[in-house]
């Protein structure tokens, strides 16, 4: 067995750890494209509650107070950190269910197939292993010198998204122009520097920052944020956030934990709750369209 895997009894008492402590897997939808036809891909957190057999109980994702819908059959990479170390494996989703938290509240959950070998993976730009990789978007970061400018970005930001919608919709919707280009409406911001987006949650997201852009994390509490997602989405997902909290990684490269805020534009959040649902989807069709076309050929 190569040094990279785990064994079985290993790696069933980490996720059954995890499991005990009430912890988190990170899992994304499973992708074979490559180069220039792989935009990124969204990691995101759900909490282990149930070893069962051989399937593990997951809390169903969520992307502001709304469920992603996974389908039942698609093809899942999972994570589980185990210290200082990230472990990837394939996983299925084998359809929804509802877990009993107690005797008086149940919850939306996902049952996913164990693995059979999980792979130590180097987490950088992407986490890879000899089975699959997953690319971690790059994202654009702005200290924001005032909240209250983010309100012409980001309705500029959703007309670029009504247009996209109305571009790929089977039904016709009311032509909407756009008097300027999105990337001419800025708000008030500080220098630009990046990150890569390792996880989205529930309200916000985790970034990675390099060790020598970590200090602008230390000039404001609100940023201005924008990843793209292509080819899948062609609109980029812009939004206000809260540095929430940051720890520094074994890398010396530094954690970030922000919220969305959506203070000044509260109708912004469903644009950023559509975006990120609708990308979960296409990548979904995407895939569920290339496993009919493998049996066809």
Partial sequence: MPANRSRTTGWRRSLQQI???NGSIEL???SDREGSERGGDL???SRLMHLDGDAMIVERPMALGKELQIDEGVELIGIMAIGQNRWMFSTVNM??????INDKRTIPALRLKLPTAVERCQRRNFYRVETAALVLPEVEIWPLLDPKSVMLAERANEI???AEQRRTSVVPRPRIELPFGPDEVMPDVGPRFAGRLVNIGGGGLGLHIA???SHHLNTRKVFWLRFSLPPELSTPICATSKLVHTHMEADRHTYAG????FTFNPSHRAFVVDQ??????IQQRAQLQRHRERLIA
């Fill in 19 to 21: 499991n005990e402590r």
């Fill in 28 to 30: 994304a939808i499973a």
């Fill in 43 to 45: 990691i995101w957190r």
């Fill in 95 to 100: 359809g929804g269910v509802t877990h009993a």
């Fill in 160 to 162: 670029e998204f009504e």
């Fill in 211 to 213: 060790s020598d852009d």
């Fill in 258 to 261: 922000f919220t969305f805020d």
């Fill in 276 to 281: 990120i649902c609708r990308y979960i989807a």
